[in-house]
Antibody, heavy 115, light 107 residues
């Protein structure tokens, strides 16, 4: 069955770099797009970016040049990397499969940015 | 960027009641709208896609409608398990923006 699972650190220091891995199963990264969405505590959802099935990427300009998304199709993994973290980057980070809509989501990983 | 204005921000209703949540896009999104349900501590779950198509396994008391810039989610005969936060999202154009959410509680 389709599954996505995010793994990453619970805590990241201010100004450091966040790295999260989304490991998928039940579908191919060369067939489906995968998106990253984050949610600060008690707040709404923010679309961050996407890894297209053809290997291209798309980013929310709100993250300017801080964000990078990549993948390893042989391992069925999509990677999020974001640098220069600030306290307002504290959030739960989700990956989601896109079949025109976000039909499957991972459980998310809660990341706290600490000074 | 396309702005999604969702209303109301919170809603209190009784069991068995019908509730409606609305979403207004800042430009025409040609029915490229989804509704998600999120329960506390969980990831969002897709309810409705392409404005009015029910996702597999979603109870038929949920329905979506709308076109152009105006969309709505209706829940008939409210059940206790419907207590959640509901989000709309446009996937017409990047960035794929979400509404701010509607918190639905039982009266």
């Amino acid at each position: 069955q389709v599954q996505l699972k995010e793994t990453g650190p619970d805590l990241v220091q201010l100004t450091q770099t966040l790295s999260i891995t989304c490991t998928v199963s039940g579908f191919s990264l060369t067939t489906y797009n995968v998106h990253w969405v984050r949610q600060p505590p008690g707040k709404g959802l923010e679309w961050m970016g996407a890894m297209w099935n053809g290997g291209g990427t798309d980013y929310n300009s709100a993250f300017k040049s801080r964000l990078s998304i990549s993948r390893d199709t042989s391992k069925s993994q999509v990677f999020l990397k974001m640098n220069s973290l600030q306290t307002d980057d504290t959030a739960k980070y989700f990956c989601a499969r896109d079949s025109l809509y976000f039909d499957y989501w991972g459980q998310g990983v809660m990341v706290t940015v600490s000074s | 960027d396309i702005q999604m204005t969702q209303s109301p921000a919170s809603l209190s209703a009784s069991l068995g009641e019908t509730v409606t949540i609305e979403c207004l896009a800042s430009e025409d999104i040609y029915s490229n709208l989804a509704w998600y349900q999120q329960k506390p501590g969980k990831s969002p779950q897709l309810l409705i896609y392409y404005a009015n198509s029910l996702n597999d396994g979603v109870p038929s008391r949920f329905s979506g409608s709308g076109s152009g810039t105006q969309y709505s989610l209706k829940i008939n005969s409210l059940q206790s398990e419907d207590v959640s936060i509901y989000f709309c999202q446009q996937n017409y154009d990047s960035p794929y923006t979400f509404g701010a959410g509607t918190k639905l509680e039982l009266k």
